[in-house]
């Protein structure tokens, strides 16, 4: 079982930047696909970016596209996600989640049901 946790949520103005980060336990990390996901006040939980295990396949949302970078660290246990020219519209609850269904290098879903593990969420709000 692998266990979840975010950090680095915070509040920032629009065109600013910051950094969350999901610290997994557990000593199976290196083979899940690891995933961020957002929430919004009164919308559905979506996709933003998604990683292999290898760290060779990412994936992302198209609103994130270009402004936000997906990165996995193997011998930390830990994955990243730089979101860089912040806009209000990404202000939301992000979530960190884990996958280990499949043993592919290029595996990095981008569906909410493929995932096994979730974080508790890290609030991310940006001001106007």
């Known amino acids: 079982q692998v266990q979840l946790v975010e950090s680095g949520g915070g509040l920032v103005q629009a065109g600013g930047s910051l950094i969350l980060s999901c610290a997994a336990s557990?000593?199976?990390?290196?083979?899940?696909?690891m995933g961020w996901f957002r929430q919004a006040p009164g919308k559905e939980r979506e996709f933003v970016a998604a990683v292999s295990r290898t760290g060779g396949r990412s994936n992302y949302a198209d609103p994130v596209k270009g402004r936000f970078t997906i990165s996995r660290d193997n011998a930390k246990n830990t994955v990243h996600l730089q979101m860089n020219s912040l806009k209000p519209e990404d202000t939301a609850v992000y979530y960190c989640?884990?996958?280990?269904?499949?043993?592919?290098?290029?595996?990095?879903?981008?569906?909410?049901?493929?995932?096994?593990?979730w974080g508790q969420g890290a609030q991310v709000t940006v001001s106007s």
């Open positions: 989640a884990g996958d280990q269904s499949s043993g592919s290098a290029i595996y990095a879903p981008i569906t909410q049901d493929a995932y096994e593990y």
């Open positions: 557990g000593r199976t990390f290196s083979s899940a696909a």
